[in-house]
């Protein structure tokens, strides 16, 4: 077993760095469905970038590579407690190359352990079989999908749907609804897993597990079968879209599993994966540890390149989009001027700011001045270098609506500018835009390459004792492309899509499966 913790170290680096070929002809495909011009065309342009530079980098394709979750099958006799702690040092190795971000914190303190190793953290199942081999399968699922993850018991009332009954069309009813509850904030297009059946616990774990079959497989249970083929058709009807932004693809894969219940317990779960779907699995030798096959085919035998979205042509017949390039601080004119759907291109220092630095400023000054500033919902994947210099190894948005409670009192306080984040924000930030002269920039959520590729300098950070990814780390952007979604004369992108989308789901409330 002397190769075994190379071969899980490799396993998490392929992981985090290379999107399988499934996944790829997936995200393919959407590209294909969507119009290059739009900003759903855009984003799916931007995605395939940064695959292919995750891949060529060796860096994380999204910077929040979330909870390592391992499920091994081992021979009878093999020796869990050792192999439990090769992938323990596999992880924190891993972390300290900067292919993982350091995730785990302490769920009282806050405190960030460093090198993603913890209580609870990495999750790690053992099953037993009859083989010699050893199979070892992993997923990272960031937080931005798992807070979209949802359980329902049945028989319940859905927002747009009506009454769900404990039936095949009630759980129908369940998954689209699934869908529709997340909307951009998981970064779609995703992957749904469902489980149906089970406790609280077992439902959910049946649902993760879903979400390593592969994309193109075809369930044994003919009304599963059926099922899976309709949620498909029926959710890509929402018009949800890459990241919310609207369009024709919401849904990349739709897998759902059944197990037992109790009588009295009707549990629909479903588990949410963005676009950004890392999981891979290795068959090993039980003797050496040594990687005898890949379960899922490898990325690079399905190239993504393309052109990023900000550098994409312009079809003649397209709606004319306008691209504004400005240079940070940014003046309330400035601001003003911009729309809803107008791309913007930052140049200068931005501010990087999650859930700790926010409520830090509610009740404190800031360390720099924010006046005209641009605030970064996102926390990077930082190395430093043997000089000592910080280095931006992945920087891509975070979900802004867990900002939703600060963000206002922040930009008028601070007279912040602009908010840069994925999945947009509420009304009290809508407000506080308008009354301000504020905008609210959605970058693409998982293109943590693409956005590191922007960052031209680190100019210094604050607040390091929050842990790298709370930090306020303040960087030098250079051609920095976001798309305006909520304007400072009150419209919101956001909630035009899901006004539109719970019409759109409104339309499946009448029964399918009878
Ligand atoms: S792609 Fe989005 S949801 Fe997925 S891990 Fe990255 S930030 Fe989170």
Same mark, same amino acid.
């Given at each position: 077993?002397?190769?075994?913790?190379?071969?899980?170290?490799?396993?998490?680096?392929?992981?985090?760095?290379?999107?399988?070929?499934?996944?790829?002809?997936?995200?393919?495909?959407?590209?294909?469905?969507?119009?290059?011009?739009?900003?759903?065309?855009?984003?799916?342009?931007?995605?395939?970038?940064?695959?292919?530079?995750?891949? &060529?980098?060796?860096?994380?394709?999204?910077?929040?590579?979330?909870?390592?979750? #391992?499920?091994?099958?081992?021979?009878?006799?093999?020796?869990?407690?050792?192999?439990?702690?090769?992938?323990?040092?596999?992880?924190?190795?891993?972390?300290?190359?900067?292919?993982?971000?350091?995730?785990?914190?302490?769920?009282?303190?806050?405190?960030?352990?460093?090198?993603?190793?913890?209580?609870?953290?990495?999750?790690?199942?053992?099953?037993?079989?009859?083989?010699?081999?050893?199979?070892?399968?992993?997923?990272?699922?960031?937080?931005?999908?798992?807070?979209?993850?949802?359980?329902?018991?049945?028989?319940?009332?859905?927002?747009?749907?009506?009454? %769900?009954?404990?039936?095949?069309?009630?759980?129908?009813?369940?998954?689209?609804? %699934?869908?529709?509850?997340?909307?951009?904030?998981?970064?779609?297009?995703? #992957?749904?897993?469902?489980?149906?059946?089970?406790?609280?616990?077992?439902?959910?774990?049946?649902?993760?597990?879903?979400? #390593?079959?592969?994309?193109?497989?075809?369930?044994?249970?003919?009304?599963?079968?059926?099922?899976?083929?309709?949620?498909?058709?029926?959710?890509?009807?929402?018009?949800?879209?890459?990241?919310?932004?609207?369009?024709?693809?919401?849904?990349?894969? &739709?897998?759902?599993?059944?197990?037992?219940?109790?009588?009295?317990?009707?549990?629909?779960?479903?588990?949410?994966?963005?676009?950004?779907?890392?999981?891979?699995?290795?068959?090993?030798?039980?003797?050496?540890?040594?990687?005898?096959?890949?379960?899922?085919?490898?990325?690079?035998?399905?190239?993504?390149?393309?052109?990023?979205?900000?550098?994409?042509?312009?079809?003649?017949?397209?709606?004319?989009?306008?691209?504004?390039?400005?240079?940070?601080?940014?003046?309330?004119?400035?601001?003003?001027?911009?729309?809803?759907?107008?791309?913007?291109?930052?140049?200068?220092?931005?501010?990087?700011?999650?859930?700790?630095?926010?409520?830090?400023?509610?009740?404190?000054?800031?360390?720099?001045?924010?006046?005209?500033?641009?605030?970064?919902?996102?926390?990077?994947?930082?190395?430093?270098?043997?000089?000592?210099?910080?280095?931006?190894?992945?920087?891509?948005?975070?979900?802004?609506?867990?900002?939703?409670?600060?963000?206002?009192?922040?930009?008028?306080?601070?007279?912040?500018?602009?908010?840069?984040?994925?999945?947009?924000?509420?009304?009290?930030?809508?407000? %506080?835009?308008?009354?301000?002269?504020?905008?609210?920039?959605?970058?693409?959520?998982?293109?943590?390459?693409?956005?590191?590729?922007?960052?031209?300098?680190?100019?210094?950070?604050? #607040?390091?004792?929050?842990?790298?990814?709370?930090?306020?780390?303040?960087?030098?952007?250079?051609?920095?492309?976001?798309?305006?979604?909520?304007?400072?004369?009150?419209?919101?992108?956001?909630?035009?899509?899901?006004?539109?989308?719970?019409?759109?789901?409104?339309?499946?409330?009448?029964?399918?499966?009878?």
């Amino acid at each position: 077993m002397e190769q075994f913790e190379e071969s899980i170290y490799r396993l998490i680096v392929e992981t985090s760095t290379n999107l399988p070929g499934d996944v790829r002809r997936a995200i393919r495909a959407a590209r294909e469905a969507e119009d290059r011009a739009t900003r759903a065309g855009l984003s799916l342009s931007t995605i395939a970038s940064n695959i292919t530079m995750a891949e &060529c980098n060796v860096s994380p394709i999204c910077q929040d590579t979330g909870m390592p979750t #391992f499920y091994l099958h081992v021979p009878v006799g093999a020796n869990q407690i050792v192999m439990k702690e090769k992938i323990r040092s596999a992880i924190a190795r891993a972390t300290k190359d900067g292919k993982l971000r350091t995730n785990s914190v302490d769920s009282l303190t806050g405190a960030n352990s460093g090198d993603n190793l913890g209580p609870g953290t990495p999750v790690i199942h053992f099953e037993q079989w009859e083989r010699d081999d050893i199979e070892v399968r992993l997923i990272l699922k960031g937080g931005g999908c798992e807070n979209k993850n949802i359980q329902y018991s049945l028989p319940c009332e859905l927002e747009g749907l009506g009454k %769900a009954g404990r039936d095949l069309d009630g759980i129908r009813k369940c998954i689209l609804h %699934a869908v529709y509850q997340a909307q951009g904030q998981g970064c779609s297009a995703g #992957f749904i897993g469902v489980g149906i059946g089970g406790d609280r616990t077992t439902g959910y774990e049946l649902a993760k597990q879903q979400l #390593f079959r592969r994309v193109d497989d075809v369930n044994p249970v003919p009304e599963l079968r059926r099922l899976e083929e309709y949620i498909m058709e029926a959710a890509n009807q929402l018009g949800i879209g890459t990241m919310g932004f609207g369009g024709n693809v919401t849904l990349l894969g &739709c897998k759902i599993g059944a197990i037992n219940r109790l009588p009295a317990s009707f549990f629909v779960s479903v588990a949410y994966n963005c676009w950004a779907f890392r999981r891979q699995g290795v068959l090993l030798d039980g003797g050496s540890g040594e990687i005898k096959e890949w379960l899922y085919p490898r990325g690079d035998e399905v190239p993504m390149d393309e052109a990023p979205a900000a550098e994409a042509a312009q079809p003649a017949d397209a709606e004319p989009r306008r691209e504004i390039r400005l240079k940070t601080p940014l003046t309330e004119e400035q601001v003003r001027s911009l729309r809803v759907g107008d791309i913007v291109i930052l140049d200068g220092e931005i501010h990087t700011g999650r859930d700790a630095l926010h409520k830090y400023l509610v009740d404190h000054d800031s360390p720099v001045d924010l006046n005209g500033g641009v605030i970064y919902h996102c926390g990077p994947v930082m190395l430093k270098d043997e000089k000592g210099e910080w280095h931006v190894k992945a920087a891509g948005p975070t979900t802004s609506a867990r900002e939703e409670p600060y963000q206002a009192d922040i930009i008028r306080k601070f007279g912040v500018r602009a908010v840069i984040g994925k999945g947009g924000m509420g009304r009290k930030t809508l407000e %506080a835009l308008k009354e301000c002269g504020a905008v609210y920039l959605n970058a693409v959520g998982g293109a943590a390459q693409y956005y590191a590729e922007c960052i031209k300098r680190v100019n210094g950070v604050h #607040f390091l004792e929050f842990g790298i990814p709370e930090a306020m780390w303040h960087l030098e952007a250079e051609g920095f492309a976001a798309i305006v979604t909520m304007d400072a004369h009150g419209n919101s992108l956001h909630a035009d899509v899901e006004r539109d989308s719970l019409a759109k789901l409104e339309q499946f409330k009448e029964p399918v499966f009878k």
